[in-house]
């Protein structure tokens, strides 16, 4: 049994108060939103995050979900055609760019964000929520309720994760015997057992600030990208005794990522579903 199932009734029915910021820590948290990809499998020159989605760039979508939650200052990583990322994003309130030179992970894009976050002295432990900025069905009552999940269970490290049926090439959370997180498992290493798994890693993550600097400074890149992967760090701060979680808080819709044309276009259908509003 997942130690905090016995939560989740009570997490929900506080979602609105976690909204307007009953979340268990003073002042919003810090949100970092990885944008600095190209998206090869798009099959063009744009930068993914600037695909319209609805007749708008799908990185609008992110931080209009964010603003409806405790989030006071949000970092959103650049790399690939960084300019045009800043150019189209230039109104919006909160909003700082970090530039990622050379994508070398998740990871390091998070790595970059450090001196940033060092600026604000004064929040040393408050949340970093972390974030794709190519899912434009992230809802915000999916991290309101990571963010009060957060807030009172004193965590250093919480997952945002979902149930999902057909959980082909999406990252496993493996669990121990009492039901608490173990570790993340890639679908190409995971067993047979472990690959029956059906809750998965959506790359939606929140740190206490001081905890995830000290397991970024860790990071290794041994492994055969020779990349820096975010997903160590749950299992760096476990090892250390942190209190370390996941929390299976996302909806199915949040499980529609995008990553090829035909991926964007199911994107849009369950957006229209939803009520999502066309922008053009």
């Known amino acids: 049994m997942n130690p905090l199932e016995n939560k989740d009734s009570a997490a929900k029915s ?3 108060a976690s909204s307007s910021g009953n979340t268990g820590f003073s002042g919003g948290a810090t949100a970092i939103v990885m944008a600095a990809g190209k998206g090869t499998r798009m099959k063009s020159e744009l930068p993914k995050v600037l695909f319209p ?6 990185i609008h979508w992110v931080l209009d979900a964010l603003e409806q939650v405790p989030v006071s200052r949000v970092l959103v990583v650049v790399g690939y055609r960084h300019e045009d990322v800043r150019r189209e994003l230039q109104g919006r309130k909160n909003v700082e760019f970090v530039l990622q030179e050379q994508q070398l992970g998740t990871g390091h894009a998070v790595q ?5 976050l060092r600026d ?7 949340p970093v929520m972390v974030v794709a900025g190519d899912s434009p069905l992230v809802q915000s ?3 309101g309720e990571l963010l009060h999940a957060f807030g009172m269970g004193d965590f250093s490290c919480l997952l945002g994760t979902l149930i999902k049926p057909d959980p082909q090439g999406l990252g496993r959370i493996v669990r121990d015997a009492q039901g608490g997180f173990e570790r993340i498992v890639e679908q190409k290493d995971a067993s047979v057992e472990e690959s029956k798994i059906q809750e998965v890693n959506m790359s939606t993550y929140l740190f206490k600030q001081d905890r995830l600097i000290w397991a970024l400074e860790r990071l290794g890149n041994n492994n055969a990208q020779n990349e820096y992967y975010l997903t160590d760090c749950p299992a760096l701060l476990k090892e250390q005794g942190d209190r370390v979680d996941a929390l299976a808080a996302l909806k199915a819709c949040e499980a529609l990522s995008i990553n090829t044309i035909d991926e964007l276009e199911k994107v849009e ?3 229209k579903e939803l009520g999502y509003r066309c922008k053009s």
């Open 141 to 143: 009552s999916s991290l």
């Open 269 to 271: 259908d369950k957006m």
């Open 53 to 58: 989605v609805l007749g708008r760039p799908m």
């Open 112 to 116: 970059m964000c450090v001196p940033s």
């Open 14 to 16: 506080d979602s609105a």
């Open 120 to 126: 604000k002295q004064d929040s040393g432990s408050g």
